[in-house]
T-cell receptor, first 113, second 116 residues
Framework: AQSVTQLGSHVSVSEGALVLLRCNYS??????LFWYVQYPNQGLQLLLK??????LVKGINGFEAEFKKSETSFHLTKPSAHMSDAAEYFC???????????FGSGTRLLVRP | EAGVVQSPRYKIIEKKQPVAFWCNPI?????LYWYLQNLGQGPELLIR????????DSQLPKDRFSAERLKGVDSTLKIQPAELGDSAVYLC??????????????FGPGTRLTVL
């Protein structure tokens, strides 16, 4: 069985500051891991995905995430926050043989001017 | 390329009334998903279709929810009768079966349902 825990329902950073959104997963099989972003009144958009090819994954809009098996983590980072990054971010896990995505509860990123 | 289309975007109904949501997936995507997203939570899978076959409906409350995907393209999700607790966003997603196991799911904008 798979599960995802996102620490911090809200994260607030200043514009230009480092963004760090935390995600820990539990999986009995090698996982596929995803980060999605959701802007208000919109659907989810894929930021990046880990598929075992490389532990450091680069995504769109300057985001990246590092898969750490020993820590069962897949934290999302961005060196410098922009106002346009304000949104809800979801981490998700999927087992190798399953199409079912298991989502975390989400982290709302607030960017202060 | 057009994305996943859902309608209506918003729906307000009174409890005990029926309601239906429609989804048009990305052209060529054989897998279609319906998710339920409650306020402040991540989406939860309700049902998954491979072409016209519902291959995973274990999380669909079958006493009041039903879904269909005729001809393996568009899909409708119905609730009858609606309850107050059904107020949520209903998301549709689609994906294409490829050699890669990490088949990306593309999401529509969702239908926000409010039951009064």
């Amino acid at each position: 069985a798979q599960s995802v825990t996102q620490l911090g329902s809200h994260v607030s950073v200043s514009e230009g500051a480092l963004v760090l959104l935390r995600c820990n997963y539990s999986s009995s099989v090698p996982p596929y891991l995803f980060w999605y972003v959701q802007y208000p009144n919109q659907g989810l958009q894929l930021l990046l995905k880990y598929t075992s090819a490389a532990t450091l994954v680069k995504g769109i809009n300057g985001f990246e995430a590092e898969f750490k098996k020993s820590e069962t983590s897949f934290h999302l980072t961005k060196p410098s926050a922009h106002m346009s990054d304000a949104a809800e971010y979801f981490c998700a896990v999927r087992g190798d043989s399953s199409y079912k995505l298991i989502f975390g509860s989400g982290t709302r990123l607030l960017v202060r001017p | 390329e057009a994305g996943v289309v859902q309608s209506p975007r918003y729906k307000i109904i009174e409890k005990k009334q029926p309601v239906a949501f429609w989804c048009n997936p990305i052209s060529g995507h054989n897998t279609l998903y319906w998710y339920l997203q409650n306020l402040g939570q991540g989406p939860e899978l309700l049902i998954r279709y491979e072409n016209e076959e519902a291959v995973d409906d274990s999380q669909l409350p079958k006493d009041r929810f039903s879904a269909e995907r005729l001809k393996g393209v568009d899909s409708t999700l119905k609730i009858q009768p609606a309850e107050l607790g059904d107020s949520a966003v209903y998301l549709c997603a689609s994906s294409q079966r490829t050699q890669s196991s990490a088949n990306e799911q593309f999401f529509g904008p969702g239908t926000r349902l409010t039951v009064l």
